[in-house]
């Protein structure tokens, strides 16, 4: 496999070697630069381009082509055409216009729109996103040729994830590009995001996954008592992989290396049937489309092993959930990282301008930050012991915040620490060199040598929404401060003086240590820095007059589109609360009491049993074990009929903002008040009438 890996890599992809080969010089280089400097696109062009996709997508097996796109359902969406065109003798020819490259026409209204397309306004278009490549995909509908598009309403407002990502990378690379010609790089025409996302994933078998409402119909279980053994021996966590895990991994690799994706690490991850898989860095437009292929890819594959992809937050009560960590940085088109700090980052003024940037950025829009990471299964995650906490700060180790403290106290930085030499006391083992700082699992956002680790996005979410946000901000702060160097009679005192003051005034959102204690929260207030604990709390962020100002200058959203995202945000919380309060009635009702009820007549009649052959026997075991059941069955019972009765007054509310504080303030303790009584039968009921796998069945026997 190894000798064919890089013949295999990409062979699934209209990639440069493709276009290079497939491509006249004149039109490659052409949509070369479209594709590297953003130029208008040539109808001619497309058409040229159209027509060697087609060839090649053929001559691979592909009988449709699909606009494939990311509406805001958080997944993708496509439609397959077929190649084929009728002649006037009643056969056919395979046909893919430059037009039908470029633009196609989907149904706007049943997509999620936040008020933006009414049922009866339809019309909506997908366009040609040229800087992402096209792909073929091979499943059991054949082959299809893939492409990348935007998708926007009839009346140009952006109805995807894709198109205001695509609008944040344009406005980040101008105001980059305007600092760094005050460095003198005149050379530089591109600033690009680069982002790595890491995708955490469980693993559990279908046939038993298939026993389970919760997880057909919300992703997690809602319901389940922790087996005798979860992962506090932390045995699971880099340990030896299981071999159907393994045979999953190693065709779910396949998959994405022939599409380009460059999958590169994967391992155990801490909790049971808990896994990883990440890749090599890419722009953030590419690195957005591939970790939407590895969630499809993931599903497809595991289907395939008898197994299912889990991609929720938050699939089992006790043990970690999972997320998504976005590695961030801005790279020039010169192959230069501007978070690349350098041996003496102290005398570094470049890289300490941009720090300083970044730190204002996140302190000033924290709450962009929080609600760029939020869907109502993060709610379960952020703050626990294995994720970083709602409260957003900053980690930048030892090093720089060194650096940091001598700027602000003296107003100069005169050294930087060292990591030195690594020596393990083992002669046989050599010495080497050692990083700088230490890193931090509990930050939100966190500094790792020249690259920001953004830990809080969601795991079933696409990483689309954070690096527009991510962009965007970074974009504001590089703006202020290009508007103030640019006008200064002396360059080098006033980025001086600008990195000392950005410093001083943003050092409170800098913390280095356990994002875990109680004793960071209570500090963390004391510093001012929001703690904003759950997604509905989140969503009014979007819509505040900073906000609103900031994506309006740049041209990322405008004040409807931001409306729209905060009505779909509170529209897809209420529906997912809802959906889970569903399941959890109807799996008690139909499932766990009908199963209680058999062990309470199975119970009395083996007292009656035993005292109809022992009169004077002792039944005290089976009596007591009664009366605890039949409590809890009790409990149950009620429970059950209070969350039928605050579900029921949550879809009489109309307004979804209310509606959505309603589910998460009285619709979520309820099922709380359900799942304890039904979690602590399951430790008390015969197994063989429990109606539903367990978490042991689930988590240990894959």
């Not at 025409?189 to 890491?198: A, Q």
């Not at 950025?361 to 109502?376: F, G, K």
């Not at 690594?422 to 790792?448: L, Y």
């Amino acid at each position: 496999m190894s000798e064919k890996l890089t013949e295999l890599f990409g062979t699934d992809v209209f990639n440069e070697a493709t276009m290079i080969e497939r491509l006249p010089k004149k039109t490659y280089a052409a949509l070369k630069k479209t594709i590297e400097n953003g130029e208008d696109l040539d109808p001619n062009v497309a058409e040229v381009v159209a027509n060697a996709m087609k060839d090649w997508a053929i001559e691979r097996g592909a009988t449709h082509y699909t606009h494939w796109f990311q509406p805001l359902t958080g997944i993708t969406a496509e439609k397959h055409d077929s190649f084929i065109s009728p002649t006037p003798d009643g056969k056919i020819i395979m046909e893919f216009s430059g037009k039908e490259l470029i633009k196609g026409e989907p149904d706007a209204s049943s997509f999620p729109s936040g008020g933006l397309r009414a049922t009866f306004e339809a019309r909506g278009y997908t366009a040609w996103d040229c800087t992402s490549p096209a792909f073929l995909r091979e499943d059991a509908a054949g082959v299809t040729l893939c492409i990348p598009t935007a998708f926007c309403s009839y009346t140009g407002e952006a109805l995807d994830l894709k198109t205001p990502l695509l609008r944040s990378m344009e406005t980040l690379s101008t105001q980059a590009v305007r600092v760094l010609k005050l460095f003198g790089h005149n050379e530089v025409k591109r600033v690009t995001p680069s982002v790595g996302p890491e995708q955490e994933y469980f693993l559990v078998d279908k046939a038993k996954y298939l026993k389970r409402d919760d997880l057909i119909f919300t992703g997690r279980t809602l319901f389940g008592a922790m087996p005798p053994k979860g992962q506090e021996l932390d045995d699971h966590y880099f340990g030896s992989i299981k071999e159907r895990v393994a045979s999953f991994m190693k065709e779910l690799n396949i998959e994405l290396w022939k599409m380009g994706v460059t999958a590169k690490t994967q391992h155990n991850e801490v909790a049971p049937a808990q896994h990883e898989l990440a890749p090599i860095y890419a722009t953030a437009n590419i690195a957005t489309d591939h970790n939407q292929l590895v969630m499809e890819c993931m599903k497809k594959v595991a289907n395939r092993h008898n197994l299912a992809c889990l991609l929720h937050e938050k699939p089992f009560a006790g043990v970690n959930g999972s997320g998504k960590h976005d590695n961030w940085s801005m790279v020039t088109d010169t192959g230069k990282n501007l978070l690349e700090p350098g041996k003496t980052p102290h005398d570094n003024v470049q890289f300490l301008l941009i720090l300083a940037v970044m730190l204002k950025a996140v302190d000033i829009h924290a709450d962009l930050l929080r609600v760029s990471a939020a869907n109502p299964g993060n709610d379960h995650r952020l703050g626990a012991n294995e994720a970083p906490p709602a409260i957003v700060s900053v980690f930048l180790g030892a090093q720089l915040e060194d650096v940091i403290t001598q700027l602000i106290e003296t107003g100069e930085a005169k050294s930087s620490k060292d990591g030195g030499k690594m020596n393990v006391g083992v002669h046989s083992i050599p010495e080497f060199k050692k990083d700088a700082t230490d890193r931090n699992r509990t930050s939100p956002f966190a500094f790792t040598g020249n690259k920001f680790e953004f830990r809080m996005v969601a795991s079933s979410m696409s990483i689309g929404t954070a690096n527009t946000v991510l962009n965007t901000i970074v974009a504001d702060v590089l703006s202020e401060v290009a508007d103030e160097l640019e006008k200064a009679d002396d360059f080098n005192v006033a980025v001086h003086d600008l990195i000392k003051k950005t410093l001083t005034e943003h050092q409170r959102i800098v913390f280095n240590g356990n994002g875990y204690a109680e004793a960071w929260v209570e500090e963390a207030e004391r510093r001012g820095l929001p703690n904003i604990k759950s997604m509905v709390e989140a969503v009014p962020a979007l819509v505040t007059e900073k906000s609103i100002k900031m994506f309006e200058k740049h041209k990322v959203f405008s004040s409807v589109e931001l409306h729209s995202r905060a009505e779909i945000l509170y529209e897809a919380y209420a529906k997912a609360i809802n959906i889970e309060a569903k399941t959890m009635i109807s799996m008690a009702t139909v499932k766990y009491i009908p199963a209680v009820i058999s062990y309470t007549k199975k119970l009395a009649d083996s007292i009656n049993a035993v005292k109809s052959a022992v009169a004077d026997a002792d039944v005290s075991v089976q009596t007591g074990l009664l009366k605890e059941v039949s409590t809890l069955l009790a409990k149950a019972q009620s429970a059950i009929k209070k969350l039928q009765d605050v579900t029921a007054e949550a879809a009489s509310i109309s307004e979804i903002a209310e509606q959505s504080k309603f589910f998460k303030d009285s619709v979520v303790p309820a099922m709380t008040e359900l799942r304890t009584p039904i979690d602590a039968l399951e430790i008390l009921v015969e197994k063989d009438l429990w109606p539903v796998p367990t978490y042991g069945d689930l988590l240990f026997e894959v």
